[in-house]
């Protein structure tokens, strides 16, 4: 539509622009959360938010997968408008935010990834099914296939959240703070696959509390506190500059301990 | 007006104010449908107090029933802990099944009791002055006079001493509990007041109208204010304002006193839900319509005082970029000239003095995070004033 | 009159067998539905829908005039659904809590239908009478036709459901997720609604506005029990459903004074109570012995730990040691001693115990398992 400026974080690897952020601006309530964000996100990077409470990181990728509809502003999908993108897409929501107790099996859940490209009263075949297997097997729960969701641990309700993002087989995948509340193990599985889809081209976003794994995990950050305040390759810009912008003034200290 | 009249409505309105009074706490603390399953799980204590008695106003029934209500609160807890529904769910369990041991006991001993289902559901105020209280003789009311207003008296003695604490664990249980106070007693005292009401109002406005009382009123009172003390005194006034308004109402369609009382208190809450001047339907849909708007010029100003580039503040950019309607586009456009934040020249936008310390100031407060300030701000720089 | 009486009764009566049909029809329905309510945690709107239905009853005999129950079902309906609608419009426009909406929406929709009953009553219409079954419910008003309505609006149930269950699934549990695959959330969201509204009105003549709640909770929640599976719960719950219906039929109708809803609630809430309490994966029975089990095991590991601690101090792991020494540790009682030796963890001696080598490695284990646990 326009590609009137063209700034400095060109991406890396293949210079196409996989999500484009123009203006948006969000309020829960018509209190303002989000301020005229822009944000280009390149490709095939691995993409940490970091931001303090409070400070809409949930939100934006909520409104740019229009969850939340925002009240200024548009998002696009590699050139085009979200809802003709929807198919590169798959989300991953905070772990918290649905009933564990729900009566459904891991597999189950999984599936509903497929439930997408099916589309209205379709059912899973097949087909689908043997997709949702190979993401379980991806994500070292093909053993619990079987198993309740309420009879898995934290760490392996997230782990069938993300296989259900998988077998979207999308582009891009937005991920709601996967590493909240799961077991050391589940984080390292977790944060393989997420190095596996970006060698195979996807885009990764996620949504990030541990600011001392950000150099280790991701290769491209954006900090983000209601305002955009930066954002590029980790090893350009992660540095106490931008941290003290974040969160203030005493950010510096507690990160190198 | 005669005596039979006067005593009714003496009768609602002491059961209005009786009713009025845990309900607001009940609506403040998020158990109103409580309310309702008491109200209907009461049914099998007033039958068993019935058996005992034989006297729909004897103190002794009246307690029996409400103990009921405390069984129920009880039971409900019970369910909710062990996690094998959902919260909600226990209650919706609970309570039909007491009812239905209730409906079945009368109807299994009909010829005994003289209670009919109907009444207890319903009430029948019109009857109330018939039946009357002697004291050695001499007629000192109608009975059920005597037993809403002992319960009244009781629930204000309560009230009054136990304000501080009621206040406390209603809107901060940590606190009490660090204070001393202990939430669970002051929980249990509360059912205890609701139960008792409503086994007191039941005979006058029926189980089910009782709920309307404990709920509408408050639920009015709420809209209008946030203070304790004056949401009890707005419920208490909504109540009586209904009973009697309710009452002649009634009087004039010949129909059901309880159910011509609740209907005003559904008219009287339907108003408020309309016209509360902050928290009615009305205002708040201006008041999003209007915060729309100035959150919209928020993002306008802050968005040219991002941008340096020319095409990034044109006009048109505001339609085609920003991705507003054209009619917003315009009144957002109109107001920040209106208020001289902007300048347009060659249809590019850019920010006055006072635009930029606007914006910067209001950038300012809300990453602090203290919105509230805004207002203020909002009048410092003379907005929406022309 | 015994079982093989009644159930022959049933085939050849024709009030018995409209009765049956029909209370079976209604709990397998709103078992089916009242699965969703309780899942998507609406358990309460049951109850605030079927008291808001009764104005609607009301004024469809006010405007009509007749008592033809199709007619005053779609009153019951719109009314039902004006205040479905109305509690979200309270949940969120105001502050009022969705409790708090309930309740308002239930008492006093609940209130206008008793005045305009009461104005109906004194009304000279000989048509009027019968109004009050709304209430409380009287299976026995029911005939043919009304149960072919239950049965069409049943069968239409069971239609969208299964042509919609991979979507109502996914919206029952994931609401933004399925928004982000691109379906229409609102759309299943209010097909959702109506079902549940219509399967509440449906039963409103059967068992009455007071009782109707626990008609579409009592199945689900006892369901829930048993299963893991959405369809086998919901499955569960049309059977339970139905099971209720027809069992409180057969109770009423074998005694006097006996109305049917009451007597069809109780049987749901025995089936309720019956699994809350038998439930093998859930239950509270099993729960506890589970409990209790646990805690014996704890007892007998905390003994096996001590006694490795004494062993260890001697070379030689099976040095026989004084059952005296066992006497003031909190986790020794014969008992314990006894099963320990049942497993050949320890070997007795007089008055002398001594550990094995399995036990001294299963001790040595527990002990590494544990300390690796509170790190």
Known sequence: MNNHSVDKETPASTGKIAVKVDDLTVAYNYKPVLWDIDLEIPEGVLMAIVGPNGAGKSTLIKSILGILKPIAGSVSIYGKPYEKQRQLVAYVPQKGSVDWDFPTTALDVVMMGTYGSLGWIKRPGQKEKKASLEALEKVGMLSFKS??????????????????????NASIYFMDEPFQGVDASTEIAIINILKALRKAGKTVIVVHHDLQTVPEYFDWVTFLNVKKIATGPVKDIFNDDNLTKTYGINYKVSIQE | ?????????????????????????????????????????????????????????????????????????????????????????????????????????????ANDVHLDVDAVLLGELAFAP??????????????????????????????????????????????????????????????????????????????????????????????????LKKMLALAISFGIFSAILGYWVAHWLDASIAGSITTVLGFVFLMVYLFAPLKG????????????????????????????EVE?????????????????????????????????????????????????????????NEDAQIEDMKDDFFLFRG | MDITEYIQLVFTDYTLRTITLGTAILGAVTGMLGSFAVLRKQSLLGDAISHAALPGIAIAFLITGAKDSNTLLIGALISGLIGTFWIRGIVSKTHLKSDTALGLILSLF??????????????????????????????????????????????????????????????????????????????????????????????????????????????????????????????????????????????????NNLSTGPVIVLVAAVFVAFSFIFSPSRGLLFRQIRFIKNRRDLELHKTLTFMHHIAETHEDISHPHAIKLLNNFQGYTKNTLQKLVDKNYVQLNGNMWSLTKTGFETAANLYTKQSTKDE
């Open chain 2, 130 to 227: 018939f039946d009357r209280l002697f004291i050695n003789g001499t007629d000192v009311g109608p009975k059920s006079l005597w037993v809403v207003g002992t319960i009244l008296l009781i629930t204000i003695t309560l009230l009054i001493l136990f304000f501080k604490e009621l206040k406390i664990s209603t809107f901060d249980k940590g606190l009490a509990a660090s204070l001393g106070l202990s939430p669970a007693i002051i929980h249990y005292g509360l059912m205890s007041v609701a139960s008792v009401t409503t086994v007191g109002a039941f005979d006058a406005v029926g189980a089910i109208l009782v709920v309307a009382l404990m709920i509408a009123p408050a639920a009015a009172a709420y809209l209008l204010t946030t203070d």
């Open chain 1, 147 to 168: 198993r309740q969701i309420s009879q898995l641990s934290g760490g392996q309700q997230q782990r069938i959240f993300l296989a259900r993002a998988l077998v979207q």
């Open chain 2, 281 to 308: 339907i009305i205002a708040v849909m201006y008041r999003e319509k209007q915060q729309r708007t100035e959150v919209s010029l928020l993002t306008f100003l802050l968005h040219l005082k991002n941008h340096d």
């Open chain 3, 110 to 255: 609940f209130g206008f239908g008793m005045l305009l009953l009461t104005f109906i009553q004194k009304q000279p219409n000989a048509n009027q009478a019968g109004l009050d079954k709304y209430l409380f419910g009287q299976a026995a008003t029911l005939v043919e036709s009304d149960v072919w309505t239950m049965a069409i609006v049943t069968g239409i149930c069971l239609i969208v459901m299964l042509t919609f269950w991979k979507e109502f699934k996914i919206l029952l549990f994931d609401k933004d997720y399925t928004k982000t695959l691109g379906f229409n959330t609102k759309i299943i969201d209010i097909l959702i609604t109506v079902f549940i509204v219509l399967a509440i009105v449906l039963g409103l003549q059967t068992v009455g506005v007071v009782l109707m709640s626990a008609m579409l909770l009592a199945p689900a929640a006892a369901a829930r029990q048993w299963t893991n599976s959405l369809s086998v719960m919901v499955f569960l719950a049309a059977i339970f459903g139905a099971s209720s219906g027809i069992l409180g039929t057969a109770i009423s109708a074998s005694q």
């Open chain 2, 1 to 109: 007006m005669s005596s039979a009249q006067l005593e009714i409505q003496l009768i609602a309105c002491i059961v209005a104010v009786a009713c009025a009074i845990p309900g607001t706490f009940l609506v403040l603390r998020k158990m109103a449908m409580i309310s309702d399953a008491i109200s209907h799980s009461i049914l099998p204590g007033i039958v068993v107090g019935f058996f005992i008695t034989q006297d729909l106003n004897s103190p002794l029934l009246i307690l029996l029933a409400a103990l009921t209500g405390i069984i129920t609160v009880v039971l409900v807890e019970y369910i909710q802990k062990t996690g094998l529904v959902k919260e909600d769910t226990a209650i919706g369990l609970v309570f039909p099944a007491l009812f239905s041991i209730g409906v079945i006991l009368i109807a299994k001993n």
């Open chain 2, 312 to 368: 990034e503040r044109h006009v048109n950019h505001l339609n085609e970029h920003i991705n507003w309607q054209k009619v917003r586009a315009k009144t957002v456009l109109d107001l920040a000239l209106k208020n001289n934040m902007i300048l347009i020249e060659n249809n590019v936008v850019s920010l006055t003095k006072k635009g930029n310390d606007f914006t910067s100031k209001a950038i300012d407060y809300i990453i602090t």
